[in-house]
């Protein structure tokens, strides 16, 4: 099983930035897909999710301006983060979620510039 996530990168504070990942390996539908982030010096943190059925999940502290949302193909998502700040600086982690276990993809670096 592998999780590739991509679309991390420097952006100035406001700007956008969407990230995409895509689960290989796995043969079922996950139950969710989330995103989670680890600042430096903080704990990993749930951004946003999104299960199986479409119902979203949103940290209070990105609600109104990141979009998580199921691609066409099966197992992947997107994370489309509008209006950045600098306190959503972070390596952002892919997470899949099944009844029998969590994977974890490698994680892309988002850096917002003040």
């Known amino acids: 099983v592998q999780l590739q996530a991509s679309g991390g990168g420097l952006v100035q504070a406001g700007g956008s930035l969407r990230l995409s990942c895509a689960a290989s390996?796995?043969?079922?539908?996950?139950?969710?897909m989330n995103w989670y982030r680890q600042a430096p010096g903080k704990q990993r943190e749930l951004v946003a999710g999104i299960t199986q059925f479409g119902t979203t999940t949103y940290a209070d502290s990105v609600k109104g301006r990141f979009t998580i949302s199921k691609g066409n193909a099966k197992n992947t998502v997107y994370l489309q983060m509008n209006n950045l700040k600098p306190e959503d600086i972070g390596r952002y982690y892919c997470?899949?979620?099944?009844?029998?276990?969590?994977?974890w993809g490698q994680g892309t670096q988002v850096t917002v510039s003040s």
């Open positions: 390996g796995i043969i079922v539908s996950v139950n969710s």
């Open positions: 997470n899949a979620h099944l009844p029998s276990r969590d994977w």
